[in-house]
T-cell receptor
Framework: AQSVTQLDSHVSVSEGTPVLLRCNYSSSYSPSLFWYVQHPNKGLQLLLKYTSAATLVKGINGFEAEFKKSETSFHLTKPSAHMSDAAEYFCVVRLTGGGNKLTFGTGTQLKVEL | SQTIHQWPATLVQPVGSPLSLECTVE??????LYWYRQAAGRGLQLLFYSVGIGQISSEVPQNLSASRPQDRQFILSSKKLLLSDSGFYLC???????????FGSGTRLTVV
């Protein structure tokens, strides 16, 4: 069965410094992977998705993620954090079978400090 | 363009009362529709999904039910709410051939 593990429940960075949010996946097949962001009391917004095309995926707001099959990882990065990036981030994998169901990681809370 | 509407934004209900949350999608046809719940301090849990009118799949046995009376309408219901039903409920839609979802803005349900 497919699953994702987000390695950090909380990450704190200073504004202007790089962001790294870690995610490992488990899948018997070539997975479809996503990153979503959720600001407080809001719905989730898709940041980027990997569906077996280019391994380096660029998303919105300067975020990108690299699919590394050898490491079963799909870490999210951003060169320079902005205060508005403070939110919760979810790594997500598509499940095989009908319905295009997605399963979510437990989330990483990103804090950005001045 | 496609939009998804979910209401109400917040809801406070007494234990034992009924529940009806509605979600509608515009600008697409025959979408996959989903209900997720996000409990405090926990990740998202898929509750129900639907690939067509009247077709509902339940992922977790619980006090809730879902219905899809029209192509772009998805309703989450309960006959009698429990305290444990409190949480943030999110509706989402996805195209049949695309693997990403678009989420609604969510409903914060507090059962008291």
């Amino acid at each position: 069965a497919q699953s994702v593990t987000q390695l950090d429940s909380h990450v704190s960075v200073s504004e202007g410094t790089p962001v790294l949010l870690r995610c490992n996946y488990s899948s018997s097949y070539s997975p479809s992977l996503f990153w979503y962001v959720q600001h407080p009391n809001k719905g989730l917004q898709l940041l980027l998705k990997y569906t077996s095309a280019a391994t380096l995926v660029k998303g919105i707001n300067g975020f990108e993620a690299e699919f590394k099959k050898s490491e079963t990882s799909f870490h999210l990065t951003k060169p320079s954090a902005h205060m508005s990036d403070a939110a919760e981030y979810f790594c997500v994998v598509r499940l095989t079978g009908g319905g295009n169901k997605l399963t979510f990681g437990t989330g990483t809370q990103l804090k950005v400090e001045l | 363009s496609q939009t998804i509407h979910q209401w109400p934004a917040t809801l406070v209900q007494p234990v034992g009362s009924p529940l009806s949350l509605e979600c509608t999608v515009e600008g697409t046809s025959n979408p996959n529709l989903y209900w997720y719940r996000q409990a405090a301090g926990r990740g998202l849990q898929l509750l129900f999904y639907s690939v067509g009118i009247g077709q509902i799949s339940s992922e977790v046995p619980q006090n809730l039910s879902a219905s899809r009376p029209q192509d772009r309408q998805f309703i989450l219901s309960s006959k009698k709410l429990l305290l444990s039903d409190s949480g943030f409920y999110l509706c989402a839609w996805g195209e049949k051939r695309d693997y990403g979802y678009t989420f609604g803005s969510g409903t914060r349900l507090t059962v008291v």
